[in-house]
C-alpha cells in the first residue's frame, strides 16, 4: 500500500502491462518510475498480434470471468488514450472467421458455436461464398465459416507507447537500466526500492515486477518460486495488397483444421501468425519457420504465396505451469506486486491486469477479482 505523502511506486518492464498499470496510477494522482533494460514496448508488447479474443481461455471460469472487463477498459482506451497523446493505436472493432477446411472441422467448429452460444455469444454460420464475400484473401477451398464480431484488434506498440506517454504527461517517468534486485529489505515484508545492474538504487514505496517472460528471473529476489518460461513466437508481416485486390476489410481468420491464422488490420501490414517455440530466450527469427508460416497460411489465403513479404519478428510469450498469469502481492511482501505471466494473452488482459494493479497497490484491494490468479499459488507447485 503506497502510504500518505509516498514518493513513486518502481515498475520494472516498460510492456503493455507495465506501462498501463502506470497510465491507471498516473490518472489518480500516483507517480511512477518505470525501469526498462532495453526500450518501452521492446519485448512481446512491441510485437504482438494484437487480436483481444475473449475465447482464449474459454475453459477457465477465472480468465472468462475478467475478460469482459478488460475488452470494456480496451473500448474506453481506444476513445481516452489519443485524446491524451494524439496517437491512433488501431483499435478496431473487426470481424473475425473461424474457417473450417474439411468437414471434420466443421463439425469440431459447429460444436465449438454451440458451446459459445450457450455461454450468451452470438455467431453466424456463413457458408463458403457468404464468407468470401467479406474477404477476397480467403481461399475457395473452404467448408465453412463462423463469424464472431466481439474479437477487435489494435496494434500493441502503439497501445504501448501511448499508454507510457499519456502517463508521463500525469508526472510518471522512464528510466533506462536493468533491474538486478530489490532495494534494502525492512520490517514487515517492505523493501525500499530496486537495485540496478550498475549499483544504483531506485527508491520508491511499492514494487510492481512486470518484466514478461524475465519476470522468472526475481523468483530469487523474493525467495519464494515464480516459475515463468519463455515461448518465442514468430510472424511474417506481408506487404500492402495493390488496389485490384479486393475491399480493404480489417480482418481475423483462422482455420481450425491447420492453426492457420492471418490478421488483417488497418494500420499495419498483414500479419501471418504465429510459431510457437521453446527455445529460451533466444529471440532470432528463422527461415525455418518463415516457410512453416507461410504454408499454414496458405491453407487459409491463395493470396499468400504471391504476396511481398515485408518482416518478420520474434517475441517472447511468458508462460506459467497453469496458463494463469501471476497477478498481486509477491508471496510474504508487503509492498511487492507481481504482475506477469499472460501468454498469448497478454494484450487482451492487460487493461484489466493494470487497473487491478492499480487498485491493490494505491488501496491494498480491488473490485476486480483476481484472487485466482494470487502468485502464492506457485509455492503450492
Ligand atoms: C507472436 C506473439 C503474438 C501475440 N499475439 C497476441 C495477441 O494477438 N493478443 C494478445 O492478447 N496477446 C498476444 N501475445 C501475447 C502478448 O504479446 C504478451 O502476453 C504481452 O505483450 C506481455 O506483456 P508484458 O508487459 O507482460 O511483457 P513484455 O512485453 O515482454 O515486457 C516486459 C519488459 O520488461 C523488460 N525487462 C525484463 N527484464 C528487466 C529487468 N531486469 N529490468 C528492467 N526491465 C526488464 C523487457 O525489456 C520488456 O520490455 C502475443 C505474443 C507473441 C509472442
Redesign the pocket.
Known amino acids: 500500500m503506497v502510504a500518505a505523502n509516498s514518493g513513486e511506486v518502481v515498475i ?7 506501462c498501463l498499470t502506470a497510465y491507471f496510477l498516473a490518472i489518480r494522482g500516483v507517480k511512477s518510475v518505470v ?4 526500450a518501452i514496448a ?4 512491441g ?6 479474443t475473449p475465447y482464449s481461455h474459454e475453459c477457465d471460469p477465472a480468465m472468462i470471468a475478467l475478460s469482459p472487463a478488460s475488452l470494456a477498459l480496451h473500448r474506453e482506451l481506444a476513445d481516452a488514450l489519443p485524446q491524451e497523446t494524439g496517437i491512433d493505436h488501431g483499435f478496431e472493432e473487426t470481424p473475425h472467421l473461424r474457417c473450417a477446411l474439411t468437414e471434420d472441422g466443421a463439425s469440431d467448429l459447429i460444436e465449438w458455436q454451440a458451446a459459445r452460444t450457450r455461454e450468451g455469444a452470438v455467431m453466424d454460420w456463413l457458408a463458403p461464398a457468404e464468407a468470401r464475400a467479406l474477404t477476397p484473401w480467403l481461399t475457395a477451398d473452404i467448408v465453412g465459416a463462423i463469424r464472431s464480431d466481439n474479437e477487435p484488434m489494435l496494434d ?1 506498440y502503439r497501445l504501448t507507447i501511448s499508454a507510457m506517454q499519456a502517463a508521463e504527461k500525469y508526472g510518471a517517468r522512464v528510466l533506462t ?3 538486478a534486485g530489490l532495494g534494502a529489505a525492512g520490517a514487515a515484508g517492505r523493501c525500499s526500492g530496486v537495485l540496478l545492474e550498475d549499483g544504483t538504487e531506485v527508491f520508491g514505496d511499492a514494487v510492481l515486477l ?5 519476470t522468472g ?1 526475481a523468483a530469487e529476489w523474493i525467495g519464494s518460486p515464480l516459475p515463468i518460461t519463455p515461448q518465442r ?3 511474417v508481416y506481408l506487404a500492402a495488397p495493390s488496389e485490384d485486390d479486393g475491399p480493404d476489410l480489417a480482418v481475423g481468420l483462422s482455420a481450425v483444421d491447420t492453426g492457420g491464422s492471418i490478421l488483417r488490420k488497418r494500420l499495419t501490414d498483414t500479419i501471418v ?2 510459431t510457437r517455440e521453446g527455445v529460451g530466450f533466444d529471440r532470432s527469427t528463422t527461415r525455418e519457420a518463415r516457410d512453416w508460416l507461410l504454408e499454414r497460411g496458405a491453407t487459409l489465403s491463395d493470396r499468400i504465396m504471391g504476396a511481398g513479404i515485408s518482416g518478420q519478428t520474434a ?4 508462460l506459467t505451469p497453469d496458463g494463469k498469469p501471476y497477478v498481486g502481492a509477491a508471496p510474504g511482501w508487503e509492498n511487492v506486486h507481481i504482475a ?1 505471466g ?9 487493461p484489466v491486469t493494470a487497473m487491478a494493479m492499480a487498485d491493490l497497490i494505491t488501496s491494498g484491494a480491488s473490485d476486480i477479482d483476481v484472487s485466482a490468479l494470487d502468485p502464492a499459488r506457485a509455492i503450492a507447485g
Open positions: 520494472v518492464g516498460g510492456g503493455v502491462i507495465g525501469v526498462e533494460a532495453d521492446s519485448g512481446a508488447s510485437t504482438s498480434g494484437g487480436w483481444l500493441s537500466g536493468k533491474v512486470a518484466m514478461g517472460p524475465w528471473q513466437g514468430q510472424m501468425a504465429a517475441c517472447l510469450r511468458p506477469a499472460h501468454a498469448s494473452e497478454g494484450i487482451h488482459y492487460a
